[in-house]
C-alpha cells in the first residue's frame, strides 16, 4: 500500500533561530548599572559646562577680545584650554553613549567604548598637568580612569574568558619557546620580538640606562670634555626616559622592518626620534617651564641654521634626528638579540610578578618625579608651600637638590603655559596696565 503524501510544513512553521536582541542574556549587575547612570549624569553635566564655556568665549569674543588675545594670536593657555574643552565635549558624549550601553547591559561594546574613553581621560590628564600643574583637581581624573579600567577588563565575562584562555595557551607556548631558545621571539614571523608588556617594559628599563650612559659619555667627550654632569630624568635611580620611551617607540615601529633597507630603518627612528625628542621638550616646557636641551643656534656644517632646529624651535635638531636615526638602525640590527638574552636571565617562575613589582616602582618613581618639578617650579613662582605634599618636597628635594640631581636642566616660569605660571605673570601685567590707565585718566580728569 503506497503510503498518502503528507501534507508540506509551511516555511513560516520552521522554526527559526532567534535573533540577538531576542536571545536571553545575563543581566548586568546593578553596579554597572549604576555606574552606567552616574555616567550619563556625568556626560549631560560635561555637555552643559562645555556649552557654557562655548557661550562664556563667544561673549568675550564679541565684548572685550583682547582679553583673551595677545596680538593677532590667542595664547598658548587658551589655546590648550580650547583643545581641551572640544576633548571634553568628546568625551561627555562618550560618556553617555557608554553609559546608555551599561544600562542596556551591551557589554561587548561598552568595553570597546571603555577604551577611547581611557584615551580621552590620559589626554586630558597631560592638559591639565600643562595648564595648572599637578594638584587635587587631577584626584577625579584618577578615580574616573581607575574606575574605568577596571570595567574594560571586567564588563564582559566571555571577554574575560578569553584573555584567561590566551593566558593560559601562551604560557604553554612560552614555556615550549623557552626549551627551544626562541623565548620573546614573534613566534608567527611577523617581526622580531613579540610585541607584549613584558618585553616592552624591559626594553623601556634597558634603554633609559643605555641612553643615560650615551648621554653622560657624549657630554663628557664632546659638550663639556672632561665634566661629568648627572642626566638623569627621573628622581630616582640611572634612568633616561626619553631613550626609553624613544625605544619602545621605535621597536612597535620598526619590529615589523627589521630586515628592511638600513635606509628606511634610519629614516624612521630618525623622524620617530626627533618628533618624540620635540613634543617632549615642548610638553616639559609648558607644563613646567623646564628646559633641558636647547638646540637653537644649530647650524649645518657652519654654513647655515639648521632648519630642523629653527622649525621646532630648538628641542630637536637635524644631527641629533640622524643621532635617533643611528640609534635605531643599531637597536633594532644588533641590540635586540642581545637584549632578550638578557631578560631572559629573569628565572622563569618570577618572570611575571617581577616585573609587575618593577613596573609599579617605575610608575612611582614617575609620579614622584612629575610632582617634584612640579613643587619645584611653584617655589620658583612664588607660590606658598602650603599644603602636606607641598612641604614634604620642599622638606625633603628643595631647589638645590632639584638643580644637582637635574643638573641639565633649568626652569622659567614665565615660559610654561599654566594660570599660575605664565598666566599669572600675564594677569597681573594686565591688572597693572589697568591701574595706570585708570591712573592716568584720574590724573586728566582731575587737570
Known amino acids: 500500500m503506497t503510503p498518502e503524501p503528507q501534507p508540506e510544513t509551511p516555511t513560516s512553521a520552521v522554526p527559526t533561530k532567534a535573533p540577538a536582541h531576542a536571545r536571553e542574556q545575563p543581566k548586568m549587575p546593578l553596579a554597572y548599572r549604576l555606574y552606567g547612570l552616574a555616567c550619563i549624569v556625568l556626560g549631560i553635566f560635561t555637555l552643559f559646562a562645555v556649552a557654557m564655556f562655548a557661550a562664556m568665549m563667544t561673549w568675550v569674543l564679541q565684548t572685550d577680545p583682547s582679553m583673551i588675545i595677545v596680538g593677532t594670536d590667542p595664547t598658548l593657555p587658551v589655546v590648550l584650554l580650547v583643545i581641551s574643552y572640544v576633548i571634553t565635549a568628546a568625551d561627555g558624549v562618550a560618556l553617555i553613549v557608554f553609559g546608555s550601553m551599561l544600562r542596556r547591559g551591551s557589554k561587548r561594546s561598552a568595553a570597546r567604548i571603555s577604551h577611547v574613553l581611557i584615551a580621552t581621560s590620559v589626554i586630558q590628564v597631560l592638559l591639565k598637568i600643562m595648564l595648572q600643574g599637578i594638584d587635587v583637581t587631577l584626584v577625579p581624573d584618577a578615580i574616573q580612569l581607575g574606575l574605568l579600567v577596571a570595567v574594560s577588563v571586567t564588563v564582559d565575562p566571555s571577554l574575560r574568558e578569553e584573555r584567561e584562555l590566551r593566558r593560559r595557551v601562551q604560557d604553554m607556548v612560552e614555556r615550549e619557546a623557552a626549551e627551544e631558545g626562541m623565548l620573546g621571539r614573534d613566534l608567527e614571523g611577523k617581526g622580531y620580538i613579540e610585541l607584549n608588556f613584558f618585553n616592552l617594559f624591559w626594553v623601556f628599563v634597558i634603554c633609559c640606562v643605555l641612553g643615560l650612559i650615551i648621554e653622560t659619555v657624549y657630554h663628557f667627550v664632546v659638550v663639556v670634555p672632561g665634566e661629568i654632569q648627572d642626566r638623569a630624568g627621573l628622581l630616582f635611580g640611572p634612568f633616561s626616559p626619553i631613550y626609553g620611551f624613544g625605544a619602545v617607540l621605535m621597536t612597535v615601529a620598526l619590529n615589523r622592518f627589521y630586515k628592511a633597507n638600513p635606509a628606511i630603518i634610519f629614516l624612521v627612528s630618525a623622524v620617530i626620534g626627533g618628533l618624540f625628542e620635540a613634543a617632549t621638550a615642548w610638553f616639559m616646557e609648558k607644563g613646567f617651564g623646564a628646559v633641558a636641551w636647547d638646540y637653537s643656534g644649530s647650524t649645518i656644517f657652519g654654513l647655515f641654521p639648521d632648519p630642523i632646529a629653527v622649525v621646532f624651535g630648538g628641542r630637536t635638531s637635524a644631527l641629533f634626528m640622524c643621532m635617533w636615526g643611528v640609534l635605531g638602525f643599531v637597536w633594532i640590527k644588533l641590540c635586540l638579540p642581545w637584549m632578550l638574552k638578557l631578560i631572559n636571565l629573569i628565572p622563569w617562575k618570577?618572570?611575571?610578578?617581577?616585573?609587575?613589582?618593577?613596573?609599579?616602582?617605575?610608575?612611582?618613581?614617575?609620579?614622584?618625579?612629575?610632582?617634584?618639578?612640579?613643587?619645584?617650579?611653584?617655589?620658583?613662582?612664588?607660590?606658598?608651600?602650603?599644603?602636606?605634599?607641598?612641604?614634604?618636597?620642599?622638606?625633603?628635594?628643595?631647589?638645590?637638590?632639584?638643580?644637582?640631581?637635574?643638573?641639565?636642566?633649568?626652569?622659567?616660569?614665565?615660559?610654561?603655559?599654566?594660570?599660575?605660571?605664565?598666566?599669572?605673570?600675564?594677569?597681573?601685567?594686565?591688572?597693572?596696565?589697568?591701574?595706570?590707565?585708570?591712573?592716568?585718566?584720574?590724573?586728566?580728569?582731575?587737570?
Open 350 to 447: 618570577v618572570r611575571y610578578s617581577f616585573t609587575t613589582l618593577c613596573a609599579a616602582l617605575m610608575l612611582v618613581n614617575g609620579v614622584m618625579t612629575l610632582e617634584a618639578l612640579d613643587c619645584w617650579f611653584e617655589r620658583l613662582s612664588g607660590i606658598p608651600q602650603t599644603t602636606p605634599v607641598e612641604q614634604f618636597y620642599a622638606d625633603h628635594y628643595d631647589n638645590d637638590y632639584m638643580a644637582h640631581r637635574f643638573e641639565s636642566m633649568t626652569i622659567t616660569p614665565d615660559d610654561s603655559a599654566r594660570v599660575d605660571g605664565a598666566g599669572r605673570a600675564a594677569l597681573e601685567t594686565d591688572e597693572q596696565i589697568l591701574e595706570e590707565a585708570a591712573d592716568a585718566t584720574f590724573e586728566s580728569d582731575a587737570a
